[in-house]
């Protein structure tokens, strides 16, 4: 157990989450963000997330997705409600994907359920989707979703309760990771430890970290015609791994809408900007979206919104110590938030070992 000062640039799932494994630890913490807190342009604020065991090619984060999912069950256990709804993911392609196999492999090896579905059968099983072309398909277990800011808010009020500080609307605007202080607009706060979990705005902070790209991502926010209402309500998670299209759907919960998003990085756009997606952002997702579900047209789109991801070649994370008092927190790629407690043990760890 430790005494020492930690302060926290960032108030997004990566941030909240390793002030909860640090103040576990008996660290005592402060959490800084430049916006509101929780903030509502953060790349985890969101009605609600995909988490899952299966990952396709990417084996690392699968093996790390039990004990993600262990470490959700505790967090939820500290903050008193349990906001998460299993869910299977129906994942299906037109054409050789390279996802489904080493999937298979993995929740074979964890002992989760999946079985093969028909894909003659795909309009009659699943005829909220334009099933035409489909060449395979299967539904796999240990998935769902979390209900991200619901998770944010509880987490706040959690870690309030535990001492924790927070520092709403400060823009972090220096910092130094040898002494443990940073500036905000001048005003200089010293701790025994920085971490870094800024997100989008990782940059700023950090010119050298080259490879940690601000990636500008459109979601679409639904209301399904009338007659389809009770399909989605009982619908898995949707996966389309065709190439050209590459959506995913989340389907409408209490609380929640039906959204969905594509998983092909932009690399481009500023973080400041608006989130309001621009007409040609929202034409490229519903010709996607068209061209994967059943009588699209019928949709009423609620709203198109803009996020950023933070996203690294690999689709990796960067965790690492940065100088002898500071480490970066970088969970990238859209894969952040349903690792996020097992991102916050290994960013605790070097906090602890650094001394």
């Excluded at 090619?57 to 906001?83: E, K, N, S, Y």
């Excluded at 480490?327 to 916050?344: I, N």
């Amino acid at each position: 157990m430790s005494d020492a000062q930690v302060l926290i640039v960032g108030a997004g799932i990566n941030g909240l989450c390793t002030a909860w494994a640090l103040v576990r630890r008996g660290f005592r913490v402060t959490v800084f963000d430049q916006g509101p807190i929780t903030n509502p342009v953060s790349s985890s604020h969101d009605e609600h997330r995909v988490t899952r065991h299966a990952y396709g090619p990417m084996r690392a984060h699968a093996a790390r997705m039990p004990g993600a999912f262990r470490l959700w069950d505790v967090l939820f256990a500290d903050i008193g409600a349990r906001h998460f709804d299993p869910v299977p993911v129906v994942a299906f392609e037109r054409a050789p994907s390279g996802w489904i196999d080493p999937s298979l492999a993995d929740l074979d090896r964890m002992g989760l359920p999946w079985r093969e579905l028909d894909p003659a059968g795909m309009a009659t099983t699943h005829p909220l989707l334009r099933s035409a072309g489909v060449t395979r398909a299967v539904e796999l277990g240990g998935s769902g979703v979390l209900f991200a800011s619901r998770i944010l808010t509880d987490l706040v009020v959690h870690l309030a309760a535990q001492g924790v500080r927070f520092q709403p609307h400060c823009r972090v605007t220096d910092l130094d990771p040898e002494t443990g202080c940073l500036s905000v607009e001048g005003t200089r706060h010293a701790g025994d430890h920085i971490v870094v979990a800024a997100g989008a705005w990782v940059r700023r902070l950090l010119p050298g970290a080259d490879t940690l790209v601000p990636s500008r991502q459109v979601v679409a926010f639904l209301a399904p015609p009338p007659g389809l209402v009770p399909l989605w309500a009982e619908a898995p998670i949707y996966f389309d791994l065709d190439a050209d299209i590459g959506t995913y759907a989340l389907p409408p919960r209490p609380g929640t809408r039906l959204k969905i998003g594509d998983h092909r990085f932009s690399l481009t756009g500023d973080p400041d900007d608006s989130r309001l997606a621009g007409a040609a952002e929202s034409d490229r997702l519903m010709d996607a979206l068209r061209r994967g579900y059943a009588g699209f047209d019928s949709y009423l789109l609620l709203e198109s919104r803009a996020c950023y991801y933070t996203v690294t070649p690999d689709e990796d994370f960067v965790i690492r110590p940065l100088g002898a008092k500071a480490t970066l927190v970088s969970a990238c790629s859209g894969h952040g938030f349903k690792l996020a407690p097992d991102t916050a043990e290994r960013a605790a760890d070097l906090v602890a070992a650094a001394g």
